[in-house]
């Protein structure tokens, strides 16, 4: 398995609350084979934990900070806050890590823990599988594990300042004059964007209504949330007097939106019109901007026709990071929703920047969302779910290898087939996208059929 991370996947380690890997015993093993690797620096070493609205995460907090503590960190606790927030918070308050006990979208059941650098950035793929070396030794006894005690961690309150200085930051990011003409309806998901999204709306004059923003620790992302834009999109189309709907997941590091007609306008629109104002702004270095093998070909043609370049990295907002970083790209995401502005001094996808970037651009042109993304014609696009009871490399699959080269050869460029595995699920993703819908669908269904006959649950 050398080289195989098995715990960490595209976004962190996520599973069940209170089974395997999220069970007592494994998370202290995660905090203190962390926390030796801070340690190692040498000097005072301290680390920053958040959390998200679920039930477990307390507890998940508390485990994981005593397994941190007993080897020799220091932790604070930011309390209730989103990803990104945490994320800033490592790179700008002298922190050696930061970490969000957080499942994203994911139903209020699971949980995660993701890790943040003292920069900022997630950590790269090498350095997880070094840290997974140390929990797996640990678990099974080659290492001394320290005796597993209560932090008493989650009790604590949260540094509201931490949190203040994330508002601040947020709202230095944008022209808080600009925005006082808009009327939004803005979801919350009843995750962590509820512990400061009042505080950040409220300062820029925006008018905004706020709807499922009373996390109760079992509601997060129930009916809500980015995965069910239309919720929001539907409230705006029967209100008639939004100028915008926007929709947060659980943890608040993506944002989809609405126009006021009611139509879901997804991350690609969002890169598509954030591309062409940089560019006006001469913000857009190379004018290049990076999404990934998910986004839709009508965004590349769009961007072309303004002359700029798009390029694919893998899906994974920290891939996009790292294709950034090696580009120069100042704008990258994901079809999501996760939005990536370098131009500043960001350096992970951020709902609630994002939703202030857009209300910024559409305060700057004076246009209303729709206008802003009216030439980005969509190719028709079908993603299907398989649960699978094993990933093995699709080249291992004749089948399906066989289905996807047929359908590529049938395509002849006017479309794209993405089949990848889910980096946080047992599931295989198929992707296409055709210039009419029947091909789409047909396409998607032999392919997905070939996946569940080899090696479907």
Partial sequence: MSGQRQLFGTDGIRGVAGEYPLDSKTVSAIGQALGHRLGS?????????????????????DTLAGGLMSAGVEVESAGVVTTPGIAFLARSNGFAAG???????????????????????????????????????????QQKAEPQSKSGFAALPGDASLRSSYVQWLLGNVSSKNLKGLRVLVDCANGAAASVVSDVFGATGVGATFTHCAPDGKNINDGCGALHPETVARAVAAGKHYDLGITFDGDADRALFSDAQGNVVNGDAVLLLAARDMQTRRALPGNTVVATTMSNMGLEIALRRSGIRMLRAPVGDKYVLEEMKKTGATLGGEQSGHIIFRDGDATTGDGLLTALRVMEIMARNGKPLSDLVHDLRVFPQSIRNVRVREKKPLGDLPSVARAIAAAENELDGNGRVVVRYSGTESLARVMVEAESEEKMKRITKEIAERIEETIGV
Wanted: charged letters at 25%; aromatic letters at 8%.
């Fill in 41 to 61: 620096r040498g000097g005072k070493t301290r680390a920053v934990v958040g959390q998200d609205t679920r039930q477990s995460s307390g507890w998940i907090a």
């Fill in 99 to 141: 970490v969000v006990i957080s499942a994203s979208h994911n139903p209020w059941m699971d949980n995660g823990i993701k890790v943040f650098s003292a920069d900022g950035y997630k950590l790269p793929d090498d350095v997880e599988h070094q840290i997974e070396k140390e929990i797996f030794a640990l678990l099974h006894g």
